[in-house]
Every structure is written in structure tokens, then in C-alpha cells.
């Protein structure tokens, strides 16, 4: 018995160091707790650098377990939400005050701050979520569990709840984000009548499920009443996102009637860009179409999203900023069924502005008809010679925007392509060689340089005319053999030999700053239209120094190139006492003060030779005179070849104004009148226009 004693006295010693060792071997083991604020700390930056996954390991096991949100739907719970609102930024500032602490003993703010023992740490946060919609700002509360791990040690871990993400989520809510859409902006003539607007169409499409029992059949009759292929059609319902169930939009209609025969097939009506004009005004007005990926790329500003529409052509392009107005937006917090708990920020969309422009709407119908009622291509402008406003600006041929928006058949868009014509080309801004109607400069140059007078006249012999052998075989050609011929019959006869030899005479220089003054190099503001600025010569040969040169341009050839806007403004100062308008085409827009560029002695002495242009008997607008009012016109038949010898396509041109109350110009050109008449076709095609 004593020596079971002595044993288990000796033992005790031993155990008792053994516990000892064991309980210091825990102690040294046991993982190190680490401070609140490190955790705290840690959520900031991760929440900065978007890392979801990470801040996942900082939450408590209980809180994720409650949430019902493993790692994975976690980080695409964030991802979405924040990708949805699209956050470019996140910011996360601890609020600086002193944090809320709480025991479970539930010791005061005071004991705690004693107190090493806390169980439960809270700190507040601002954070800033910068959206597409911009900031963002609230106020968050994390609160921080201390937990013991396995070893025996103690780490802290984020109570996660929903509102961590955005303030006044709870669990199940959603965050829904809606784009507010801008009404695009009305274009309107001077007299508020819209040239682009909203309008309805009807569209026809299939329902796949009722087709019937053979839908290849049926796919073909459709195809034939509505004149598409069937390969069209196939393409359609062949979509990814089409089920049996869907309606499946292909084409527009003007029939809203739907044939028994044709089974599946239905018609909806749709809101789109309208063009109550249609082809009369399509190269003013343009057409808005689908974002396409190009215009995606080019968007440099990242306003366009794919389904948007855009501004194509004319105005409509042009014009695109003022006329698309402002996207908005709205980023609300819904509950499971989708109700509004909150409205977390709104941008309220800005409409487009409404664009009034100087065009007359039904000046613009029937200027259109004029020039295209005999499938001619060219142009023409109707301007107030006084004021400067544009009442008219018609191209031929033309093309239907509203086709073009509700898009094209494979038909109408080969018809288009194949029209040698070319209907896309917008010819009143093209640039043209304007003919003899730029005599009418000429001889206001030479009259200025004071190398011109009205009676000078020049001894002509027989249609063609060389100053010397300098100019090799190389001579200025006349239709009539008319002389002397002075200033005034060389305006009505239209003869280029007489302003030929003026301009030789007046020089490059004189002839140069003679005209110059009449709009060379401007664009007049015109940006909307795209307006090139007009040229006498091209780059190489500005100083005009080839006599041949200088002599082709007296009379509107050689290299010059003119819009038939431009045409039509450089008549002005004939009308207006010396003063040139430049023309107008919006209403409201700041416009340039007239500005004097001949004398009123020069206006008015080629004014009244333009008058005896009409009433002269042999004069080349002398059919004109048969009309009641008043009229001055000048005439002009430009030739274009591409070497000497060989005969080239004939443009004519016509500008008319009234003499007696100014109040309207035309200037018009009419391309390939070879074996027409040549100027003369554009006459007859005014001719009704002006007797109306």
C-alpha cells in the first residue's frame, strides 16, 4: 500500500509539469487574435479593388448561412448589381468618430473602452459608388462578430447583411436599373410643319406556331404577297431569340389588312422616325437608322448603345446632338415582387430640340416635282434674295427615307444601287463648273476694276477667238456671231469670247480680288449642310497665271467648282443695292451681316443687263418674258471632258430672280442636257414653277 503511495506521490510532479508544458505548448500555439480594426480595414480595400471573393472570407459563417449565398453567388450577387449600375468607382472613408462597442455583460460605452474582453465591435462608413447616373452617396454600419477558432484562438468576421451592398436592401431585394429614354426632336419649316417627327407604320411579321400544318407552303405564299424572298423570311424566324409563340417582325406595310390565306401572319402598328416630305426633302432632311457596330467604334464619347438610333444623312446627321436630347436613367431598390422600396438615383432624360428651319414645305414639294417630274438629275434652290433664307433645297433623284427607317427590300436597296444616277448623291451642295452664268461676276469684276463699262464693246470675229500663237491650239468658243458686241449683249447672248478677252485684259490679280469678294472660300456657316466652300482654281494654280486658264474661268469653266447655294447667293448684290445675303437655313441661328461687295452703281448696271436677258428678243432667258412679272435671269451651259476633242456631258444652268419686290431667287442645274437644249431644258422645266 505505502509503495502504491510513494508511485502515485512521484507521479504527481511529473503530471503537474506535464499540464503546465501542455497548457504553455497551447498558449505559444494558438492563433494570434487579430485587432477589429484590421478586418475593418481589409473590407476597405477589397471593397475598393472590387474583390467580392475576398470580402466573402471576411463574413461570418452564420450571416452567409442566413443569407443562403455560397462564395460563388456571392461575388455574383455584387458583380451584377454593381456591373448593372455600372460602377466605374468605389470609394469606402471610415466616418471619424468613435466607435460603438458592445459586451455581452452589457457593460457601458465607458467600461468598454476599459474592457478587453469585447465580443462585438461597429464602425460607419461612407462609401460612394460612382454609376452611370453619377454618385451615389450613403452611410453603412459594419459590425464586426469576435469568434473563437478551433485552436483556441479568436478572429474577427463582418455580420453580413444586404444592406452592406446598398443601404435599403434587405434579403430578396433587387436592384433595378432603367434607362429614360429622350424624345428625339421635331425638324419643322418656317411655319412649324414637321419634315421629321413621329409617325406610325404598319409592320407585318409571323407567329411560327400558326403556320398550319405545311409552313413551307405557307412561307412561300407569304413570300409572294409580300414580294420578299423566302430566304428572307426563313432568316427572320431562324433568330436566336425566336420561339414558336413569338411575333417575328419582317417587314412594313401600308396595308394594315391581313389575307385569310395567309395563316400566321399578323400586323402590329409601330412608332418610328417620320418624314412627311419623303423623297422631296430627303437630301435636306436625312434619315435616322440602327446603330450599327461602326458607329458603336466611332462613338468616341460613349453615348450609343447598340438598338439606338442614329442620324444617317442630311440633317438628321448633322444635327444629331441637339436633336437625340440626353439619355437618363433610373437605379431603384425593389422588393421579390418587384415593387419600388426605393429610388437610389434619377436622371431625368433631356428631350431633343426642335429645329425650325427657313424651308417652306410646300415651296419644297413643288420645286421637287419641277425637277423630277422628268426623271432628271440635278438641283435647285429657292433663296429670298434679301433676307437669305433658303425656302427650297431639292436634289434629283432622291430616295424614301422613310424606307430607309423602316428598312429596304433586298429589291428596292439593288434598284437604288443600279440607278446610275446615283439617288444617295446630294447634288444642291455638290460642286459644279456653274457655266456662263458666272459671267454675270465677271463682268461686276471688270466693271469694278473700272477695265469694264456697260457700252465697251469688242470688234468679234467669227465663233472662236485665241489672243495669240502663245496659246497654241487652244481657242475660246461662241455659239453667235454677233459684233461689235459690248458688256450688255455679251450678258444676253451669252458670249464667252467678249468676258474672255475682259479678263485677259483686267490680269489674274484684278480678276482674282473681282471675284473673290462673291463668297470664294466661305461656307457661309452652312455646317449643317456640309457645305465645301467653293473654288476658282485648284491648289496648283491659284494665281490664275495661264492665260488659258484665266480665260476658261472669265466664263465659269477651266477648274471652278460651284454649289448651286453658293450660285445663288453670289446673285444677291445685283438685287440688293451691292450688298451680299448669305442664305439661311435655320431659323433663330445667328446670322451674318450683308456685306458690300460691289458698288450700288455696278449692281444695278448688271441687273438691268440680266433683265434684257429675258426681254431681248435672241436673248437665251428671252422665253421668260412671256411671264407677268417682272424677271432678270442668266443662263449657262457647262461642258465637262476629260481631254480636248472629245465631247463631254452638258450641265445647264439657269438663276432667275424678280425684279420689281424682290422676293425669290432660283438658281438650278440640271445634269447630262446634251441634245436637250442645254440651258434652255432648264427653262422650259422652271417655266410653270414660275408662272404659279
Not at 445634269?671 to 404659279?692: A, C, I, T
Request: glycine letters at 8%; proline letters at 4%; charged letters at 25%.
Amino acid at each position: 500500500m505505502k509503495s502504491k503511495r510513494k508511485i502515485l506521490y512521484g507521479l504527481l510532479p511529473i503530471l503537474f509539469a506535464g499540464g503546465i508544458g501542455m497548457y504553455l505548448y497551447m498558449q505559444n500555439n494558438k492563433t494570434e487574435e487579430v485587432k477589429p480594426e484590421v478586418t475593418v480595414n481589409q473590407y476597405i480595400e477589397h471593397l475598393h479593388k472590387k474583390e467580392f471573393d475576398q470580402l466573402y472570407t471576411l463574413m461570418t459563417p452564420a450571416s452567409l448561412s442566413e443569407s443562403g449565398m455560397n462564395r460563388e453567388q456571392f461575388v455574383e450577387k455584387y458583380n451584377a448589381i454593381y456591373s448593372g449600375m455600372e460602377v466605374s468607382a468605389i470609394k469606402a472613408e471610415l466616418k471619424p468618430k468613435v466607435a460603438n462597442v458592445e459586451t455581452t455583460d452589457g457593460t457601458s460605452n465607458e467600461e468598454e473602452s476599459k474592457n478587453q474582453n469585447l465580443d462585438i465591435y461597429e464602425v460607419d462608413y461612407n462609401l460612394q459608388l460612382m454609376t452611370f447616373l453619377g454618385e451615389v452617396n450613403e452611410t453603412h454600419t459594419l459590425k464586426l462578430v469576435r469568434e473563437e477558432l478551433e485552436d483556441g484562438g479568436k478572429i474577427w468576421r463582418i455580420n453580413w447583411k444586404p444592406s452592406l451592398i446598398l443601404t435599403d436592401m434587405v434579403k430578396g431585394s433587387k436592384v433595378r436599373v432603367r434607362t429614360l429614354f429622350p424624345e428625339r426632336g421635331d425638324i419643322v419649316d418656317r411655319d412649324g410643319l414637321p419634315l421629321a417627327t413621329k409617325g406610325n407604320i404598319y409592320e407585318w411579321g409571323i407567329v411560327p406556331e400558326k403556320l398550319g400544318e405545311n409552313p413551307d407552303a405557307m412561307i412561300a405564299r407569304i413570300a409572294k404577297h409580300y414580294k420578299v424572298t423566302e430566304d428572307v423570311i426563313t432568316q427572320a424566324l431562324g433568330q436566336k431569340w425566336v420561339k414558336p409563340e413569338y411575333f417575328v417582325p419582317i417587314a412594313s406595310t401600308e396595308d394594315s389588312r391581313v389575307p385569310d390565306a395567309l395563316a400566321g401572319v399578323q400586323v402590329q402598328s409601330k412608332e418610328i422616325r417620320y418624314y412627311p416630305l419623303g423623297e422631296a426633302a430627303a437630301h435636306l432632311i436625312g434619315y435616322v437608322r440602327k446603330a450599327t457596330k461602326e458607329d458603336l467604334e466611332k462613338d468616341t464619347e460613349g453615348y450609343y448603345r447598340a438598338e439606338d438610333w442614329i442620324g444617317k444623312a442630311g440633317l438628321e446627321q448633322s444635327l444629331e446632338k441637339q436633336l437625340r436630347g440626353e439619355r437618363g436613367g433610373l437605379i431603384e431598390i425593389t422588393d421579390e415582387s418587384g415593387n419600388t422600396r426605393n429610388e437610389l438615383i434619377r436622371k431625368d432624360a433631356v428631350d431633343g430640340e426642335n429645329i425650325q428651319l427657313t424651308i417652306s414645305s410646300a415651296k419644297q414639294r413643288k420645286l421637287y416635282k419641277t425637277l423630277s417630274s422628268s426623271g432628271d438629275a440635278g438641283a435647285m434652290v429657292l433663296m429670298n434674295p434679301t433676307d437669305g433664307n433658303l425656302l427650297a433645297l431639292v436634289s434629283a433623284p432622291a430616295y424614301n427615307p422613310n424606307k430607309m427607317v423602316t428598312g429596304l427590300t433586298q429589291a428596292e436597296w439593288d434598284a437604288y444601287s443600279a440607278d446610275e444616277k446615283l439617288p444617295f448623291i446630294n447634288r444642291f451642295t455638290n460642286r459644279y463648273a456653274p457655266g456662263s452664268t458666272f459671267k454675270a461676276i465677271t463682268a461686276a469684276a471688270g466693271l469694278m476694276e473700272k477695265v469694264t463699262t456697260a457700252d465697251k464693246s469688242h470688234d468679234i470675229s467669227g465663233l472662236q477667238w485665241r489672243k495669240d500663237e502663245s496659246w497654241g491650239g487652244y481657242y475660246v468658243k461662241r455659239v453667235k456671231d454677233v459684233s461689235p458686241v459690248n458688256m450688255v449683249d455679251a450678258l444676253v447672248y451669252s458670249d464667252n469670247i467678249y468676258f474672255a478677252k475682259e479678263a485677259v485684259e483686267m490680269g489674274s490679280a484684278k480678276f482674282i480680288d473681282g471675284i473673290q469678294k462673291f463668297g470664294f472660300g466661305d461656307n457661309f456657316g452652312l455646317d449643317e449642310l456640309y457645305l465645301k466652300p467653293s473654288q476658282y482654281a485648284n491648289e496648283a494654280h491659284l494665281d490664275l497665271s495661264s492665260e488659258v486658264l484665266l480665260a476658261d474661268t472669265s466664263y465659269g469653266q477651266g477648274e471652278m467648282l460651284m454649289s448651286p447655294i453658293h450660285l445663288a447667293s453670289s446673285f444677291t448684290p445685283f438685287i440688293n443695292e451691292g450688298k451680299m445675303v448669305k442664305p439661311v437655313l435655320i431659323e433663330e441661328k445667328e446670322t451674318v451681316q450683308p456685306e458690300v461687295v460691289i458698288t450700288p452703281e455696278v449692281a444695278n448696271t448688271v441687273k438691268d443687263a440680266l433683265g434684257q436677258v429675258v426681254t431681248r428678243a435672241g436673248g437665251t432667258a428671252h422665253s421668260l418674258n412671256s411671264l407677268p412679272e417682272g424677271l432678270a435671269a442668266k443662263t449657262g451651259t457647262a461642258e465637262l471632258k476629260t481631254k480636248k476633242g472629245e465631247k463631254g456631258q452638258e450641265n445647264g444652268f439657269v438663276v432667275v430672280f424678280d425684279t420689281d419686290s424682290p422676293s425669290f431667287l432660283i438658281a438650278a442645274v440640271i445634269e447630262g442636257v446634251n441634245g436637250r437644249g442645254g440651258s434652255h431644258y432648264v427653262l422650259d422645266k422652271l417655266k410653270p414653277f414660275l408662272e404659279k
